[in-house]
């Protein structure tokens, strides 16, 4: 049995989602958020969120930590305090000696949903599906945590064959332009 | 006497100096720079630089802990990888539970050179003196962790009386108008 945590960074909501994969049936065992107050120091909400997850892997001592990457919000400094989160998860997952996958936000809702582009909605919807569960996981964050280790689970089940195929194509079309 | 470390962030590079006050003369107790290879996983160096700074915390036990904040740098993705190598730092400090300033670039040039946009060399210069040091401390992000030290310990035993007096003046005059 494998155990993903997946992680969906912010400095107030900071969504977790830990799911068991055994042979190639994903079953949840817990989500929820870590929420810090907007009003705390920085440093403090950093060291909130950095305890949070470090709990977490304690409790449940995954293989896998899969955090989704930097959303770039058209406000650089949201996206930079959200650069402060993202660390201090990444060094809880390097602390605990876990291997480290990290998606972009449209690389997991391609894994989910098979569009890059899906609506928040959508991933929720397969979510719930993928896991057998009779409602999507909530609130909304917690979610993003429980897709971000899908997406890890999917991608450690499913090799993307097809694409190996097409870049070996390519390789060799480009190969046989140079002679 | 008090004991101060500065910090100028990086991943690549992180400049620390150690400074002691005793009165009104700062003194150098250490500098130096944390270096990590960019070949390796960002949570690895993330680990280091956490590592390295907790490590200085416990060798030296400042009571502050005073940072560089994020410079805006042209490319977003490189300012967005300061802000994690940010975050592990002010964690350190927060978990050794010292007291954390942040200041922005310009605030420190103005505090060791008077002016918020002199050169490099110019705040290396005023280190260099302020530190009755034979040169300026190398290499130069070494020097700017000096520098981050250093305007924590001047704002520390300079109160900005005239500003002070001025913002008075101003409210006074906003107060009177409103009559």
Do not use: W
Request: glycine share 8%; proline share 6%.
């Amino acid at each position: 049995m494998k155990l993903v945590l997946g992680i969906d960074p912010g400095t107030a909501v900071t969504g977790f989602g830990v799911v068991a994969l055994e042979g190639r049936a994903p079953t949840l065992v817990e989500c929820g958020v870590i929420r810090t107050n907007a009003r705390d120091p920085l440093a403090q909400r950093l060291h909130e969120v950095h305890a949070g997850v470090s709990e977490l892997i304690a409790r449940h001592r995954p293989d896998t930590i899969a955090i989704e990457d930097v959303f770039y919000a058209k406000n650089v400094r949201t996206t930079v305090v959200l650069g402060h989160a993202r660390g201090v998860i990444l060094l809880a997952g390097q602390q605990a000696r876990l291997t480290i996958h990290e998606y972009p936000p449209a690389e997991i809702k391609k894994a989910i949903t098979g569009r890059g582009a899906a609506t928040k909605e959508q991933v929720q919807f397969m979510v719930t599906r993928l896991l057998r569960l009779k409602s999507a996981p909530q609130p909304a964050d917690a979610a993003d945590g429980v897709a971000a280790a899908l997406c890890a689970c999917m991608t450690a089940t499913l090799p993307k064959l097809p694409e190996l195929k097409l870049s070996t194509l390519l390789a060799k079309a480009a190969q046989e332009k140079r002679k």
